[in-house]
């Protein structure tokens, strides 16, 4: 079964520290890993897509990697409108093409 | 353009109940997706259409639930009767047939079962 854990599952940051939030996976082949960002009562905010392991992508302060088993989304110099709720999905090869979830790191910017 | 649209926002009802959720996907997106979140849990799909055509409906949890895309553009989902473990915010989301697998999603049906 196809699964999505996320750590940690809660973040506080000062505006201007830098950190990472772990997205590690298990599939049964890899279509693609989604990250998105969910502000509260909202619904989710498409941010990225992975296909391969190596694949690097960015925008604005965040840059998502990814590996065979794990996904990083980097957040440079962060902004209290950083915060939000960031998910993790993947998409596996194979007839269906939901989306597994994680559960989801919440983020929270102080100023 | 117009996002994925979602009716109503919110939705309180009575358990027993019918209600029923309308999507409104993004102009020329063949595929339209339901998925749900319940209070502590991670979004979990429910099914997935092609058009008019179900796909994927291994998602759905049981027979109260009840999906349609008549003409391949609007979609509903109707719960029938309702049950106090049904609420939580039902998301839809569309993508192009070929798109290079960007999925969009709606602001979320938000339903309370009381």
């Known amino acids: 079964e196809d699964q999505v854990t996320q750590s940690p599952e809660a973040l506080r940051l000062q505006e201007g520290e830098s950190s990472s939030l772990n997205c590690s996976y298990t599939v049964s082949g890899l279509r693609g890993l989604f990250w998105y960002r969910q502000d509260p009562g909202k619904g989710p905010e498409f941010l990225f897509t992975?296909?391969?392991a190596g694949e690097e992508k960015e925008k604005e302060r965040l840059k998502a990697t990814l590996t065979k088993k794990e996904s990083f989304l980097h957040i440079t110099a962060p902004k209290p409108e950083d915060s939000a709720t960031y998910l993790c999905?993947?998409?596996?090869?194979?007839?269906?093409?939901?989306?597994?979830f994680g559960k989801g790191m919440k983020l929270t910017v102080n100023p | 353009e117009a996002g994925v649209t979602q009716f109503p926002s919110h939705s309180v009802i009575e358990k027993g109940q019918t209600v029923t959720l309308r999507c409104d996907p993004i102009?020329?997106?063949?595929?339209l997706y339901w998925y749900r979140r319940v209070m502590g849990k991670e979004i979990k799909f429910l099914l997935h259409f092609v058009k008019e055509s179900k796909q994927d409906e291994s998602g759905m949890p049981n027979n109260r639930f009840l999906a349609e895309r008549t003409g391949g553009t609007y979609s509903t989902l109707k719960v029938q009767p309702a049950e106090l473990e049904d609420s939580g915010v039902y998301f839809c989301?569309?993508?192009?047939?070929?798109?290079?697998?960007?999925?969009?999603f709606g602001e979320g049906s938000w339903l309370t079962v009381v």
């Open positions: 999905a993947v998409q596996a090869w194979g007839g269906s093409e939901k989306l597994v």
């Open positions: 102009s020329g997106h063949d595929n």
């Open positions: 989301a569309s993508s192009q047939f070929h798109s290079g697998n960007t999925i969009y």
């Open positions: 992975l296909y391969s």
